[in-house]
């Protein structure tokens, strides 16, 4: 089979934070980081990058009985491959034109970036007859959309600091619609970006959203100064905690080195309550900026400790959402190891370092004992990461935190959990949408427990799909195969129907 790698506008989007924290280049946008990423000689870089296919051709086809296009996806989704699941068979031009104007906003709703309609003919026996050109087949031609800028005012030029110390300047425009949303902040990245467009306070610039995402200033209309515009010099010393700002040898970050820094301890607290991390449910920005502010959580382990009282102190927080706070805050304290090893926000160890930590060392006394040869030996852990992990774990301050954090409950180990023969043996599973009873490495854990696989896409060959809110495209796909749907109650009453059958054979 042929296909295309490719990564969600979300693991885009953080992929390049990280990378801004840590002091490089982000990428332009999402076809230029997965290519980037297959082309790293180190395979361990790759494997951090959250890739994904699609797959879209079969290779000799007559050997499987196929005779069209739109026949050979079906057939690759019922072998369990996965594909865009958006196609569509045109009978005539004005269905095909009907196609593309249909997906020309409606585009922007998928998780992934995509720029354009490819169109096929569906006859395959005819592809050898039409052959192809130098550089591409005469059976396929690409519909490309109009990409999109807008022109609108540079206001200011503001000072972001992120979870590492890392001052990012950021443009406040004044507001312009671009790819469906209102823009008024953009990404100016860092100084050598500012000093390479001469972009200043009160030019008119040009905006889009890299890779469809991310708005940042592409250019600026130098025809349109008139002498007032104020050229932009970084700060000397933090905005926020006043320290002065550091640029260290062969990076192009500016650094806030005040670990303290209350910018700083907002973002990593924000990392570590976030949804691949600790999971807390309710604790958002506005909540975070009060709890800082008002000096009642200095490091991660005050979280545990907070009161109902402390957050009804807080704006517009009363006793039901202070009381399902505490609660979401109590729950993630049985999250994964693996979990808690990525929210501590270690610098270089991304969702699938701590996975492979977290296999490897089985707790967070075990992971602080590693030395930095014992870390590098690990495939997937070179010799950067590891170095990182021996630092991290060196820091009184760090050291200090994790036991307030094992003393307020939270979990800092974890036993392998083995697939088991259960009443669930030989079932693949699939969960699309957010799930409120548990995260998905939780039901995963469960499944697993019960004898049935994880899948991460529908075929024929599975069993049934766990629908949550805001579901995606493997619902439809679901649909379109007929396997079996069930909402999350339904699947929480089959794990208890399971569990008891189960505990009757032991």
Same mark, same amino acid.
């Given at each position: 089979?042929?296909?295309?790698? *490719?990564?969600?506008?979300?693991?885009?989007?953080?992929?390049?934070?990280?990378?801004?924290?840590?002091?490089?280049? $982000?990428f332009a946008n999402p076809r230029n980081a997965a290519a980037g990423s297959l082309r790293q000689l180190?395979?361990? =870089?790759?494997? /951090?990058?959250?890739?994904?296919?699609?797959? *879209?051709?079969?290779? @000799?086809?007559?050997?499987?009985?196929?005779?069209?296009?739109?026949?050979?996806?079906?057939?690759?989704?019922?072998?369990?491959?996965?594909?865009?699941?958006?196609?569509?068979?045109?009978?005539? #031009?004005?269905?095909?034109?009907? *196609?593309?104007?249909?997906?020309?906003?409606?585009?922007?709703?998928?998780?992934?970036? &995509?720029?354009?309609?490819?169109?096929?003919?569906?006859?395959?026996? &005819? *592809?050898?007859?039409?052959?192809?050109?130098?550089?591409?087949?005469?059976?396929?031609?690409?519909?490309?959309?109009?990409?999109?800028?807008?022109?609108?005012?540079?206001?200011?030029?503001?000072?972001?600091?992120?979870?590492?110390?890392?001052?990012?300047?950021?443009?406040?425009?004044?507001?312009?619609?671009?790819?469906?949303?209102?823009?008024?902040?953009? +990404?100016?990245?860092?100084?050598?970006?500012?000093?390479?467009?001469?972009?200043?306070?009160?030019?008119?610039?040009?905006?889009?959203?890299?890779?469809?995402?991310?708005?940042?200033?592409?250019? =600026?209309?130098? +025809?349109?100064? &008139?002498?007032?515009?104020?050229?932009?010099?970084?700060?000397?010393?933090? $905005?926020?905690?006043?320290?002065?700002?550091?640029?260290?040898?062969?990076?192009?970050?500016?650094?806030?080195?005040?670990?303290?820094? $209350?910018?700083?301890?907002?973002?990593?607290?924000?990392?570590?309550?976030?949804?691949?991390?600790?999971?807390?449910?309710?604790?958002?920005?506005?909540?975070?900026?009060?709890? =800082?502010?008002?000096?009642?959580?200095?490091?991660? +382990?005050?979280?545990?400790?907070?009161?109902?009282?402390?957050?009804?102190?807080?704006?517009?927080?009363? $006793?039901?959402?202070?009381?399902?706070?505490?609660a979401a805050i109590n729950n993630s304290k049985n999250r994964p190891l693996s979990r808690l090893i990525?929210?501590?926000?270690?610098?270089?160890?991304?969702?699938?370092?701590?996975?492979?930590?977290?296999?490897?060392?089985?707790?967070?006394?075990?992971?602080?004992?590693?030395?930095?040869?014992?870390?590098?030996?690990?495939?997937?852990?070179?010799?950067?990461?590891?170095?990182?992990?021996?630092?991290? #774990?060196?820091?009184?301050?760090?050291?200090?935190?994790?036991?307030?954090?094992?003393?307020?409950?939270?979990?800092?180990?974890?036993?392998?959990?083995?697939r088991e023969v259960g009443p669930w043996e030989g079932w693949r599973i699939v969960f699309t949408g957010?799930?409120?009873?548990?995260?998905?490495?939780?039901?995963?854990?469960?499944? /697993?427990?019960?004898?049935?696989?994880?899948?991460?896409?529908?075929?024929?060959?599975?069993?049934?799909?766990?629908?949550?809110?805001?579901?995606?495209?493997?619902?439809?796909?679901?649909?379109?195969?007929?396997? /079996?749907?069930?909402?999350?109650?339904?699947?929480? @009453?089959?794990?208890?129907?399971?569990? +008891?059958?189960?505990?009757?054979?032991?």
């Amino acid at each position: 089979v042929r296909g295309e790698v *490719y990564m969600t506008k979300e693991d885009f989007a953080l992929l390049n934070q990280a990378r801004e924290e840590e002091g490089e280049q $982000p990428f332009a946008n999402p076809r230029n980081a997965a290519a980037g990423s297959l082309r790293q000689l180190d395979p361990s =870089v790759t494997a /951090k990058r959250r890739l994904r296919l699609f797959v *879209y051709h079969v290779v @000799n086809p007559e050997k499987h009985g196929l005779s069209s296009q739109y026949q050979a996806l079906s057939w690759l989704r019922e072998r369990g491959f996965p594909t865009q699941g958006n196609e569509r068979l045109c009978k005539s #031009f004005d269905e095909l034109w009907d *196609y593309i104007e249909e997906w020309r906003e409606k585009r922007h709703s998928l998780s992934h970036v &995509t720029d354009g309609v490819v169109i096929k003919v569906d006859d395959l026996s &005819t *592809y050898e007859l039409l052959g192809t050109t130098a550089k591409s087949p005469r059976w396929q031609v690409a519909f490309k959309y109009p990409a999109e800028e807008q022109r609108t005012r540079l206001l200011r030029i503001e000072i972001s600091v992120g979870r590492t110390g890392v001052l990012t300047p950021v443009a406040i425009l004044e507001p312009v619609r671009l790819s469906g949303t209102v823009v008024q902040r953009a +990404s100016l990245h860092n100084d050598d970006e500012i000093k390479r467009l001469d972009v200043r306070e009160g030019d008119f610039v040009y905006v889009r959203k890299a890779g469809e995402i991310i708005p940042e200033v592409v250019r =600026v209309d130098y +025809s349109a100064r &008139t002498g007032q515009e104020k050229p932009f010099v970084m700060p000397k010393n933090c $905005p926020v905690c006043g320290a002065e700002v550091i640029r260290l040898v062969d990076e192009v970050a500016h650094r806030c080195p005040n670990r303290s820094c $209350p910018a700083q301890l907002k973002e990593s607290i924000r990392h570590f309550a976030s949804r691949d991390a600790m999971d807390i449910k309710g604790l958002g920005e506005k909540i975070i900026e009060q709890l =800082v502010d008002r000096k009642l959580v200095s490091d991660f +382990s005050d979280l545990y400790k907070l009161t109902k009282e402390d957050l009804m102190s807080l704006d517009r927080m009363g $006793p039901k959402s202070s009381e399902n706070l505490i609660a979401a805050i109590n729950n993630s304290k049985n999250r994964p190891l693996s979990r808690l090893i990525y929210a501590l926000g270690i610098r270089y160890v991304g969702l699938r370092t701590a996975e492979i930590l977290a296999e490897r060392f089985k707790s967070i006394d075990e992971l602080a004992k590693a030395t930095t040869a014992e870390l590098s030996s690990i495939p997937g852990i070179g010799p950067q990461i590891a170095s990182s992990i021996v630092a991290f #774990f060196k820091d009184e301050k760090n050291l200090a935190t994790l036991r307030e954090l094992a003393k307020c409950g939270v979990k800092m180990s974890e036993e392998e959990i083995k697939r088991e023969v259960g009443p669930w043996e030989g079932w693949r599973i699939v969960f699309t949408g957010e799930l409120e009873r548990a995260s998905r490495s939780e039901v995963e854990a469960i499944i /697993k427990s019960l004898g049935a696989i994880p899948a991460s896409s529908v075929s024929k060959n599975v069993t049934m799909v766990v629908v949550g809110s805001n579901p995606g495209s493997k619902l439809a796909a679901a649909q379109r195969l007929g396997v /079996k749907i069930v909402d999350e109650q339904a699947f929480w @009453n089959l794990v208890d129907e399971a569990r +008891s059958k189960k505990g009757n054979r032991k």
